[in-house]
């Protein structure tokens, strides 16, 4: 009897802390935007602006994912299967941006590629990498980049190599193998990977907000459109386009569910 | 398809694996390396099929220095001993996959799958996942698949270490058969010496690094070369610092010529054959092996003072 109160108690207290943490403020951005039916949301979402901002947040995300996910599946197998000098030291450097303040990325770019910086030349080229895109790619990437790495080690060092060893004794080169062994191994692994990164990529505000220089209609994200309309007291074109984001977001959990195959008993 | 290992060192940071190893292995016979964990065996196995690189020595394949050659060129078949089963795909595509990597023609890969299937006793599970077999199972799967490419050696791993006693029993008797019909020569790991008696026609028996010796299981036990392989093969007494087998004691009633004195402690009956455990005066354990008859004759009983006489003995020179 205390067990069933105890297991209860416990399902209360994790459903009211998810619903005062997460579901409530996504609920009342919902209803806020729709408060007035859809014509206005719809509206919101028009304006040239505003598309243009979701546009570019698309855009970097379709680059910076796919980057990141080769780099994180490579940088997972050089941690895992060798041992080269200075592998500690990546180890450990994969986790910087989860430490780093996004801000302080944004502004080591802007030291980089700035009039001074080390790279500062690029623009007496034509390469304009500061306030455009490349700057806002790279920062995007830079925020993203440990998740793939982070999911897939653990995988990687629990399915052990021999495997690999078999197909290669039976005749698969390191391609093959790869293919055909490890990469399907690892596919959930790389799936969690590829969500989380997707999700850090369509919010990411802090690193491209310094290097953007947010112009609007140009190199405008739609996190920072969302401030910049919710500082010109449009609340109901900042949560528009909230629920945009949102939406993305649930779109690519639902693609990758709806993608996974029948799970054979593993 | 002989195999020939000359002079192969191999190091792991401090630790020596294997120290100057030499090893030749006929065409289709069926070798044993057999020894204690830690001896080498399962890394000189490795270094034959191109999964280690030796830091000296040779490698060479039925008459073709291998010892450059990285291990899909080497045309082995390597068997786990944690079947290394490729979990994402089913026991047909498992067993396809050597041949597959060898874009051989559909119809012929299906037509060997099916044949393998068929060796092994698979029949009913091809579409079965890996997770969906037992473990003896699994196994028959991994020999399939190391077989399909038709492989010119073929190398287990402590092939049956992971299993009961009973499913190790069933498929040891099932790979002497299966070497019967194949015919491939095939080399595989054991720590447990009656296994490799029982499934070898050779055995090279190893300890620290180095290959103590290598025969027929009848000469390693008649013959040891070494107080290591008088005591890791078969089982040895040693009385008064000479080796001897328990089927060359003899026991009697009365004192003889270089009789020793001991206490009967247990007497185990096994099928024709009678093992006696003694302690001598001196305190060393003795296991002696009589048949019943002669048992019968002794009117042996536990708490017994009887006299131990070796009918031959052995020392060892270090």
Known sequence: ?266 | MSILVRNVSKRFGDFTALENVSLEVEGGSLTALLGPSGSGKSTLLRIIAGLEWPDAGEIVISGEDATALRPQRRNVGFVFQHYAAFKHMTVRENIAFGLKVRKRPKAEIRRRVDELLALVQLEAFGHRYPAQLSGGQRQRMALARALAPEPKVLLLDEPFGALDARVRAELREWLRRLHDEVHVTTIFVTHDQAEAMDVANQIAVMNHARIEQVGTPTELYDEPATEFVMSFVGEANLLGGKWVRPHELDLGHAPAEASVEALVERITLYGFDARVELTTSGGEPLTVQLTRERLRELELEQGQIVWVRAESDRVFVA
């Open chain 1, 1 to 266: 009897m205390s067990r069933l109160l105890a297991r209860i108690g416990l399902r209360s207290i994790m459903l009211f802390y998810l619903a005062a943490i997460l579901v409530g403020p996504l609920a009342i951005v919902f209803w806020r935007t729709f408060e007035d039916g859809l014509g206005p949301a719809w509206a919101a979402l028009t304006t040239p602006e505003t598309i243009n901002a979701l546009k570019l947040t698309l855009i970097i995300t379709v680059i910076a994912v796919p980057v990141n996910t080769v780099f994180g599946i490579v940088c997972a197998l050089a941690i895992v299967r060798r041992r080269f000098p200075g592998k500690g030291l990546l180890n450990a450097f994969i986790d910087l941006p989860l430490a780093l303040s996004p801000v302080v990325v944004g502004l080591s770019l802007f030291l980089l590629y700035g009039q001074a910086g080390w790279f500062g030349w690029l623009s007496d080229y034509g390469v304009q990498v500061l306030f455009a895109l490349p700057s806002m790619v790279i920062a995007t990437i830079f925020v993203s980049l440990p998740f793939v790495a982070r999911e897939v080690v653990p995988t990687l060092r629990e399915i052990g190599d021999e495997q690999e060893q078999a197909a290669r004794t039976l005749g698969a080169g390191g391609w093959q193998t790869f293919w055909r062994i490890t990469l399907p191994s690892i596919r959930w692994a790389v799936t969690y990977g590829v969500i989380l990164t997707t999700a850090r990529c369509l919010g990411e505000y802090g690193a491209v907000a310094v290097v953007s220089g947010r112009l609007q209609g140009q190199t405008e994200t739609a996190t920072l459109r969302v401030q910049e309309r919710y500082e010109a007291f449009d609340l109901a074109g900042a949560y528009a386009i909230s629920i945009m984001l949102a939406l993305f977001a649930i779109l690519v959990l639902v693609a990758m569910t709806v993608l996974r195959p029948r799970e054979e008993a593993a």
